[in-house]
Structures are given as structure tokens and as C-alpha cells.
Nanobody, 115 residues
Framework: QVRLVESGGGLVQAGGSLRPSCATSGSISSRNAMGWYRQAPGNRRELVATITSGGTIDYADSVKGRFTISRDNAKKTVYLQMNNLKPEDTAIYYC?????????WGQGTQVTVSS
């Protein structure tokens, strides 16, 4: 049974920082991609950032230069350093683990940025 558990969301003022993390457990393929997606009320879930097991990284244009994704393969954990947060970053942030044979989601962590 694969599980993804997010933590590290919260309430922050505009310009502040947060660093959510997502820990995985269970048997997973060594070749995979981990990532963060977000969904604001009334909006579709959208990509924030992804990182493959080989280190390839992709960011949404809206977060480039402000967010940094990283992973610790030994701990099977992915992190999202979010700096210079803006009110439009407010959303539920979901962790994702994907490989050829599967696609898993975490339960989500709320990020709220006040102006």
C-alpha cells in the first residue's frame, strides 16, 4: 500500500515563505516522478512543479523564480520551498507520485496567503 502524507502548509502573509513536504511509504518504483499540484476554489487542479527520480525538474510559469522543488530519494520525500508567496498562490496543494504502472495522490495541504 503506497501512501503520500503532506505536511507544512499553513497561513502566511504575502511575501512570506512556506516549505511543505510529502513523505511516501510503501513499495514504489525507483523510476518515478514526484510533484506538487494545486487547486483553488472554483478552479481546476494545476501543475506547480515536478521532479523525476533522475532529477529533471519542471515548473509552472507562475511559480518560476519563487518556488523550488527538491527530493530526498533515501527518505522518499519531496519538498516544495515557496518564497515570495502571493495571495493567488492560495490553494490546496496536493502531492503526486507517478510511474508507468501507477499514479498516487496525497490528501492535500492548505496554503493560504493573506494580502
Amino acid at each position: 500500500q503506497v501512501r503520500l502524507v503532506e505536511s507544512g502548509g499553513g497561513l502566511v502573509q504575502a511575501g512570506g515563505s512556506l516549505r511543505p513536504s510529502c513523505a511516501t511509504s510503501g513499495s514504489i518504483s525507483s523510476r518515478n516522478a514526484m510533484g506538487w499540484y494545486r487547486q483553488a476554489p472554483g478552479n481546476r487542479r494545476e501543475l506547480v512543479a515536478t521532479i523525476t527520480s533522475g532529477g529533471t525538474i519542471d515548473y509552472a510559469d507562475s511559480v518560476k523564480g519563487r518556488f523550488t522543488i527538491s527530493r530526498d530519494n533515501a527518505k522518499k520525500t519531496v519538498y516544495l520551498q515557496m518564497n515570495n508567496l502571493k495571495p493567488e498562490d492560495t490553494a490546496i496543494y496536493y502531492c503526486n507520485l507517478a510511474a508507468i504502472a501507477y499514479n498516487y495522490w496525497g490528501q492535500g495541504t492548505q496554503v493560504t496567503v493573506s494580502s
